[in-house]
């Protein structure tokens, strides 16, 4: 079945470092990507999304960009703020009728004043 | 900005008893959608609801969980009797149409602890 996969966590920074988040996933055809993040004691927040190859999802900073040959959907902040700090998941999922979403299992960063 | 709105934030419970959680999704989202998260993991489907209907609950354990949304606006989920296993955070989620390849929208989530 469909699943996907995020690199384990924590991630510890100092502020203004580069973050990456590696997201891969497994499935036939093409699904929608997203990046979800989780504050802590709140519900998901979608952070962006690519429904097609080589589309880019961005917001306040972040950008991931949808590659169908690796198969990925890796999350980039140039300069990253304590304020980030946050459990991020990555998820697929599919234009038809009914199809849910398949989650990752989350990775938790953490930046550093 | 419209939002999911879900009650209790928090539950404490002996195992054994009932429970219930409440939500109320965004105005005019047809499809709702609850979630259970165990602390560490990603969200896991329980059950989905297009309008008032069931759409998905083959991972919803019917033995002691109930879910419905009668009107097809706000929806009840129950377990009954609650288990220790079953201590994790409550999330419901609504989207707009039919729910393929849509955006959900999250609630704040219920945290449930079973003693």
């Known amino acids: 079945g469909d699943s996907v996969t995020q690199m384990e966590g924590p991630v510890t920074l100092s502020e203004e470092a580069f973050l990456t988040i590696n997201c891969t996933y497994t499935?036939?055809?093409?699904?929608?990507l997203f990046w979800y993040v989780q504050y802590p004691g709140e519900g998901l927040q979608l952070l962006l999304k690519a429904t097609k190859a080589d589309d880019k999802g961005s917001n306040k900073g972040f950008e991931a960009t949808y590659r169908k040959e690796t198969t990925s959907f890796h999350l980039e902040k140039g300069s990253v703020q304590v304020s980030d700090s946050a459990v991020y998941f990555c998820a697929l999922t599919w234009d038809n009728y009914g199809q849910n979403f398949v989650f990752g299992p989350g990775t938790r960063l953490s930046v550093l004043p | 900005e419209a939002e999911v709105a879900q009650s209790p934030r928090y539950k404490i419970t002996e195992k054994s008893q009932a429970v219930a959680f409440w939500c109320d999704p965004i105005s005019g989202h047809a499809t709702l959608y609850w979630y259970r998260q165990i602390l560490g993991q990603g969200p896991e489907l329980l059950v989905q609801?297009?309008?008032?209907?069931?759409?998905?609950d083959s991972q919803l354990p019917k033995d002691r969980f109930s879910a419905e949304r009668l009107k097809g606006v706000d929806s009840t989920l129950k377990i009954q009797p609650a288990e220790l296993g079953d201590s994790a955070m409550y999330l419901c989620a609504s989207s707009p149409g039919s729910g393929g390849g849509e955006t959900q929208y999250f609630g704040p989530g219920t945290r449930l602890l079973v003693l």
């Open positions: 609801f297009q309008d008032e209907s069931v759409v998905d």
């Open positions: 499935a036939t055809g093409y699904p929608s």
